[in-house]
């Protein structure tokens, strides 16, 4: 084990050094593919000028340095928060509840986020003005939880948890959360609310504006940084109960406290980006093939490869129909759903789905 360990922290350098590389290729095409091409080498040109000063043309490329500057890049780097977020929360997620399938969005958080965001959106005029533009982030965070520790109660009984409760507790959350977000889009009755509650079902980076980066940037990081410090009783959660308690964890209290900071980083995400799914379920696995299982190399693999596969997932959802666009919600699902039948028959077995 320690000897696997030792190779997977060495092996991941160059592992974090090629994702970064991947990134910077993901964002260059991002920013230079849409509507509108721009090439490669002109987008570097207009991202090393600079953003401009003030109002007035853009510095080395006029109409082109304001569609990349104004247009395109706050919305590929949120899309590189969200992806690195989700998949760093389905990785603390999936060592929470010693469960391969476990993800924001098959359990529930991500629904419970949108929830959450659609009533406040549509029914909470007070507390808009009350909490300003932190109402609907605060929202996010409270169906986030709520709906993560609706699940973890009805899977887990009699002390275990087993793959088929924990999926079939997901889905009927996710159900119920989407009947109720139906309903509000049918009570909805301003076109504006309707658009917006679309947006949270379906998920999407269009309405990303530099203003809006600080709180989800601020987010993945501080809770990134976190997880990471967090890593070696995340990896003693590995062991099980009984071993993580003989080496002197508090499994209780511990996972307590990470559900509510998983749930305040999946609350934050979302309510930027609306319901994304999968990424958290398919990021993960394919980092623990690379560099293994042990937390400290999970997570920093893990959120940089979330970042590039939702930032090319978004760059699909532009391009793939244009000059139509494609929720990148639906990118991510049509790639996810096969990925997690794959895994679901896996998991099934050695277990009735029924457990």
């Known amino acids: 084990m320690r000897r696997r360990l030792a190779r997977a922290l060495t ?42 000063p003030g109002p007035g043309p853009r510095p080395g490329g006029g109409a082109f340095g304001t569609i990349v500057w104004d247009v395109r890049m706050p919305r590929v ?12 929360s389905g990785t603390v997620l999936q060592a929470l509840v010693r469960n391969p399938l476990a993800d924001p969005f098959l359990l529930g958080a991500s629904s419970g986020a949108s929830a959450g965001a659609v ?65 509000v889009l049918v009570l909805a009755a301003h076109p504006d609310q309707m658009r917006s509650v679309l947006f ?35 990896d003693l959660l590995l062991a099980g109960e009984e071993g993580a ?43 623990r093939m690379v560099v293994g299982a042990g937390h400290r190399a999970l997570l920093p693999v893990a959120a940089l490869g979330g970042a590039v596969f939702l930032t090319l997932a978004d760059l699909a959802a532009r391009t793939a129909a244009a000059p139509e666009e494609i929720p990148v919600g639906v990118v991510t699902a049509l790639v996810g759903g096969p990925f997690f039948l794959w895994m679901l028959r896996r998991s099934t077995r050695t277990e009735g789905i029924a457990g």
Do not use: C, K, N
């Open 119 to 183: 009533l406040v959106i549509v029914f909470g005029a007070g507390v808009l003005a009350f909490a300003g533009g932190a109402a609907v982030p605060l929202a996010a965070f409270a169906g986030s939880m709520g709906a993560l520790v609706a699940v973890y109660a009805m899977a887990r009984r009699g002390g275990s948890m087993t793959t088929g409760r924990l999926i079939l507790a997901g889905v009927a959350v996710q159900y119920v959360l989407s009947a109720l977000t139906s309903l």
């Open 11 to 52: 092996r991941t350098p160059a592992v974090l050094a090629v994702l970064a590389a991947a990134l910077v290729a993901s964002t260059v095409a991002g920013l230079a593919l849409g509507p509108v091409r721009i090439p490669p080498g002109q987008v570097l040109d207009i991202v090393l000028a600079g953003p401009a």
């Open 200 to 234: 949270w079902t379906l998920g999407g980076l269009g309405g990303a504006r530099w203003g809006e980066l600080a709180l989800p940037a601020a987010a993945l990081l501080v809770g990134t940084g976190l997880l990471i410090a967090l890593a070696r009783p995340l």
């Open 245 to 287: 308690h003989a080496l002197g964890l508090d499994t209780g209290r511990f996972r307590a406290a990470v559900f509510v900071l998983t749930s305040l980083v999946i609350g934050v995400l979302v309510a930027y980006s609306g319901a994304i799914g999968f990424v958290g379920l398919m990021v993960p696995h394919a980092a």
């Open 77 to 88: 780097l949120l899309g590189a928060v969200v992806g690195a977020g989700l998949a760093v």
